[in-house]
């Protein structure tokens, strides 16, 4: 071969060897990072942005400014433990065992927990490169084969369950927490899969939590990451930093909520300062509606009907704020989205695959978050009481075939036979049954229930088995 020709042949490789390497240089710069700032019992009117007229929440205001709020945002159930399976997997939890009508939800003497077949958020991006981290409460298993370090995240710190168990005293939880009582729950806080505190001091669990998201953001800066950030609180019983004591017009839960603020602003700011918030999508909402039976100190779901424990809008609907400066077209969206969504969002964003061999229930929306489309890929929601689908919505019609107010106001569910209708665009109170002029609409939607449950086929459920049964 003649040398000019070797010479051409070696500077094309080099061309092609610069061009390529340079391509995937930039494909992973566009990966963006995740952030999801999830609250506990925190209800759809608690924040200013959504109505709320004494609680201040200025910076998660601002980052609804700049960014997204989304007034139509679900979980996959109205209580913790499913819920939160839901959003970490994508999938309903009767799919894979992580509700139950008998114990709705983990407890410090169960068993079982978030099966480790289980495919969660953080193991799907780590297969794509990103670095993970949770903070705060997890409540899918505290055994240390279902905790975050076995389920994809590279550490954890945080109280496992909900911040009420292991109770030690019989005083009531308002007193408590005016005293500030935080001995009376012997919760464990845990660094990955250890436990270094207990009880955990939970008035300053709040700042802890913050501090702690804020250094996995300087410490992953320069590579993909997401971060699962999961506030124990405003879960009864309140607790908050001397900062934020009596600071809330609205008393000791606008405290507590108003901290929060505080830590979505600290988070935000971290972000901004290691030059990632413009790649970084971030998602603040709550596991399920308001604790309504603690009075002031349980929240609001504002002109929704109901809280947490219900299949009615108050216990599933949920205040979301989304954020990705540069990405997103501020605004309102009405559109429907839920937490399901994000397994599928993020993966997607990530240039990941789904793995086939698994139904999600969760739809991509990032094309919608990108603006490709205006229309999201999600047109109904199917709402779950422990292992019975009670009520589905689709677009604007929502059909209940059973109802249970929160907890302990009403001892079984109603059936209803011909089932209550409403529509949540005039009415999202869920006030004006308008079964008896819409039969046609109840048939749709009777239809699109039996569907679904075709699809299903339930499992054993891991939330009642009992530590040494
Ligand atoms: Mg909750």
Redesign the pocket.
Known sequence: MPKADVMIRISVSALLAVFFCHTLTAGAAERPNFVVIFC??LGYGDLSCFGHPSIKTPHLDAMAAEGQKWTNFYVAAC??TP?RAGLLTGRLPIRNGMCSDTRRVLFPDSSGGLPTSEITIASALKKEGYRTAAVGKWHLGHLPEFLPTSHGFESYLGIPYSNDMDKLDKIDQFLLAEQEKFTSYNVPLLRNKEVIERPTDQRTITKRYTEEAVKKIGEFKEEPFFIYLAHSLP?IPLFRSAEFKDTSANGIYGDVIEEIDWSVGQVRKALKETGVLENTLVVFTS??GPWERFKTHGGSAGMLRDG?GSTWEGGMREPTVVSWPGTLKPGTVTEIGATLDLLPTFVSLAGGNLPEDRIYDGHDLSDFLKGKTDKSPREAVFYYHGEQLFAVRKGNYKVHFKTKTSYVKQKQAEVHDPALLYHLGHDPGEEWNIAPENPEIIEELTALADEHRKGIKPVKSHLTGRIGE
Do not use: A, G, I, W
């Open positions: 506990d019992d209580v913790c819920s879960h596991d399920n947490k």
